[in-house]
């Protein structure tokens, strides 16, 4: 397993569509677990609908934020796998 602090070292993808703060684990080309910090003030929940303040983040938008996670995944696979020295060669 290997710990990733930033996903903007990994995605081409910055504000306000990163949609991450943080990757806590990664296992290249298996699993991934990111966080996202959701704040009053974020751009996707500003504003009003009904009259009524939207205080949840829309659907859509955490499955981009899911989308971003594995995205890690299959990014951090292909980094390792063409980083890794060739076999029988001693890094």
Not at 7 to 27: A, G, M, N
Not at 66 to 91: C, Q, S
């Amino acid at each position: 397993m290997t710990t990733v602090v930033n996903p903007l070292d990994l995605l081409p993808h910055r504000y306000p569509f990163l949609l991450l703060d943080r990757i806590e684990v990664v296992t290249p080309g298996q699993e991934a677990r990111g966080r996202k910090l959701v704040t009053g003030s974020e751009w996707q929940l500003v504003g009003s609908r009904d009259g009524v303040s939207s205080l949840a983040m829309p659907h859509a938008l955490i499955v981009e934020a899911l989308a971003r996670v594995g995205e890690v995944v299959l990014v951090n696979a292909v980094l390792t796998t063409i980083v890794r020295p060739a076999a029988g060669v001693k890094a």
